[in-house]
């Protein structure tokens, strides 16, 4: 029996990949596939979309969020830090909390199109905010510059997902589904 060679990175059952299931928008701005899943090939030959969560996300910390004066719930301390820029979390939970929590605060505070959260999120100064706003949008199907609600479990979930995957690529990215489950473990929304 021969498998293909390369292992997806963020599995340790040894499921192989069978093929990229990602996609480009018209634009070319890669669209990833359904958030957080592989078609696979498994030992006994049988394909199956699998579900893969990221084991590794650098720092717990899926949006990069910045060091600042917040007490998040599971933030490390300063003398536990390995670095000083970004926030360090005990588990990838606590750190997806922490960016919900401040997305929320965006929200209340008027930021409820994609074109302002990604704008203020990741300026310009520092990013390539016009090719974020624009994956991010594609990936959620939706206009940037259409409100959308944050205390819709569904979308927030839908945002976070994107913005994981362009903070930290591919392979650490969130998929959807983990993100509503934090959602749910912290009674987010």
Do not use: C, H
């Not at 970004?86 to 929590?101: H, M, N, P, Q, V």
């Not at 990604?118 to 905010?129: G, L």
Request: aromatic share 10%.
């Amino acid at each position: 029996m021969v498998f293909p060679k390369k292992k997806i990175s963020t599995d340790n059952y040894g499921y192989y990949p069978v093929s990229d299931t990602g996609a480009s928008s018209s634009s070319g701005v890669p669209v990833p596939p359904l958030n957080g899943q592989e078609t696979v090939v498994v030992p006994n030959m049988t394909m199956q979309l699998v579900t893969v969560v990221p084991s590794v996300v650098k720092w717990n910390n899926p949006l990069n969020l910045r060091v600042s004066g917040n007490e998040w719930q599971g933030k490390l301390s300063d003398k536990q830090r390995t670095q000083q820029a970004f926030e360090e979390f005990e588990s990838l939970d606590y750190g997806t909390r922490a960016a919900i929590k401040n997305l929320l605060t965006y929200f209340s505070r008027g930021l409820d199109t994609i074109r302002k959260i990604i704008s203020t999120w990741a300026p310009s100064s520092e990013n390539n905010t016009t090719a974020y706003i624009q994956y991010v949008s594609n990936s959620m199907i939706i206009n940037p510059d259409v409100v959308i609600n944050l205390k819709d479990k569904k979308v927030m979930a839908s945002l976070v997902s994107a913005m994981s995957y362009v903070e930290k690529g591919k392979d650490q990215a969130l998929p959807v589904f983990y993100v509503m489950g934090v959602i749910d473990k912290f009674n987010l929304i």
